[in-house]
């Protein structure tokens, strides 16, 4: 769904495309001073909430007609892929997440994942001060054949070790990556949505060195094919945690 078209916004490449100026200025201002009134409220260690501020935001987003122009647009390419690929309709309700991730949060960059989810919008609202460090989104161009259950399943086993490496380790092996050209990294501008399969394009986000990136994501149409793995990696996590005697 990614591939192909080409409008006045464009493919940033082959994966991501980029909708400029779908998120108004003011509106813009309105939610970060809403998340910066709001801190003490939640924390989370992963910097990461679905919660109802996330869906408030994306509501007010959707009163504007830019951004849902675009999201029906994204939208219905999203359930004809789904229709042609996994031969099913998707109706189910989008997840929102609100992300503000800073500098101690080193262990949330480098997770290289694919999402359950066939659509991705990523609506950037806060950048980190510009540099090596600051975020931003990395997109692979290995992709994951969407019904190759097994290969899934040993991708998704890899991943889950890798996550388990150390902070050093795992940049290392990302950055091995970037030098060999087979990421993209996605230059995030506030105001600006970018949009993509992330159930079958493998991504991450660099380490936040200074400030605070905030970030809304919306997930649409669970495909469905992890549900049982993510209830397997759950148990294994859960058995890991036990036997390191974190709970
Ligand atoms: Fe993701």
Known sequence: MNQGVTTENGLINEFVREFVGVVPAELLVNINAS????????????????????????????????????????????????????????????????????????????????DSHVLTVLIPLQCAPDGDQNGDLIVHMRRCEPLAPLIHLFTKAWLFFEHGLPFGLRRALVNSGLSMRHCRRIRCVPGNAYVFNGFVTLHHNLHVANGERRSLIIHYYDAGLEARLRTMLRAVRHMRDRLAGYS
């Open 35 to 114: 998340i910066a009134s709001a801190r003490h409220e939640w924390q989370p260690p992963d910097g990461r909430r679905a919660s109802a501020s996330a869906r408030q935001f994306a509501d007010a987003l959707r009163q504007h007609d830019a951004f849902s122009a675009m999201e029906a647009q994204v939208c219905a390419a999203a359930r004809l892929w789904i229709r042609q690929t996994l031969g099913r309709e998707a109706n189910d309700a989008p997840v929102h997440v609100l992300r503000c991730v800073g500098s101690r949060m080193a262990a949330q960059s480098y997770l290289r994942h694919f």
